[in-house]
DNA sequence: GTGGTCTAGACCACG
DNA sequence: GTGGTCTAGACCACA
């Protein structure tokens, strides 16, 4: 299974799917112009209502991830035109991180050393 | 004003409250064993209902950022103590951003220098 | 019914009920991922009101018994993951107690053999 | 300072004062018949209202940890009749915390040993 | 249907 | 006065 739900997460599980499917396609699991499974197959195997896969894919095509061919299906977007947006959003979430513990008496350089410490494999 | 809400972020309130607090208790402009505005006050200044503040001090207490005393107030903990737990939990966080920028092809090295070129002053 | 309510204990209702689903919980009455009533079904039945059960449902996921999905329901987490933790819990309670009849002149051995004696089966 | 308080424990000011003449008294640092500060020294030392210290003397000889002499003041029981009550009372405190233990699965022996490891000087 | 948030207002124990 | 609990009822997003 390449999606799975955690119904004690607290995120709507029709986020945790869309989630799901952003790093399947930004990873290239899920290659360019891959049909996504369908609602219907896809509600199925994961025992869960075919409307919450419905918003999903709505969202997955709001955010660009994917796109829609009515009677077709819905099928991937090629992730090079995804990843730089998407290290935008992140980059802009870390630097909100960064600035809490600027706040809380860090000195920037510090806090990259850290960050080598903890996540340099 | 010390607080201020933001109607529109999504944010529930008690929970723009609690952060409010939260910067407030560890940048020590609320010192140690100073007490909060009560509980009537704070809904009064604020405008919105006693129970939605009741809660906020209740995650407070929660997370350790203050105690209560029933009749006499609810009273802050020193930042000091409360510094280094806050850093770990936000390390976690940009620890899993840093694994999302890893899992989409950046190269470690590369995200650092990407942090200090966006965030250094 | 799983859980009873005693109005005249002094204890919050809310308390009550989550005492009597972590130990529904811990002792495996409730599995792994099984869903607890519904906030207004549980209401209904102990006749008390959908804000004390939401607060009660509250404490238990902040305590890690439990994890909620909105829209779907509240679900138990697994006891073996929680049994150590509450085992270390009420250790440390029992080593405040051992503390008192200490400070008033017990010897130790004195302690664990009347301990021995008293609630041995 | 012989009683000290915490205005964020979350106990009652005039319980926090009870449990302190209590162990003064038990662990004999105020001998028997030996008068217990006035209610307005007392309050005055502690900084808190005088309401409070009453509550609590009375809440002593309720307990029977003192008696009062109208116009003289409140002067300690002597300790030792009182620690054979304390005790058992204690006692019983822990045989609840040991039977949740036992709910939980771990067995009598287990417990005991568990209690010699810990907290055995 | 579900859980989550918020308001309004009552009552309690504590100080 | 203080914080804490509970009820009643509304509204929201999610499934």
């Known amino acids: 299974m390449l999606i799975s739900l955690d119904y004690r997460s607290g995120l709507p ?10 790093r399947l396609i ?10 996504l499974p369908s609602v219907r197959e896809l509600a199925s195997t994961l025992a869960i209502n075919p ?6 894919y709505r969202e997955l095509e709001n955010e660009g991830f994917a796109g829609s061919s009515p009677g077709k ?3 991937a977007v090629g992730s090079n035109s995804l990843k730089e947006r ?3 959003i992140i980059y802009n979430d870390i630097g909100k ?8 008496g860090n ?10 410490t903890r996540f340099k494999k």
């Open 13 to 22: 599980l029709y986020l945790q799917i869309v989630e799901g499917f952003k």
């Open 26 to 35: 930004l990873s290239g699991v899920i290659a360019e112009n891959e049909r």
């Open 51 to 56: 409307n919450t896969i419905q918003r999903a």
């Open 73 to 75: 299906g819905i099928f």
């Open 86 to 88: 998407e290290a935008e």
């Open 97 to 104: 991180e960064i600035q809490k513990l600027l706040d809380i």
């Open 107 to 116: 000195e920037f350089d510090d806090i990259i050393s850290q960050l080598n």
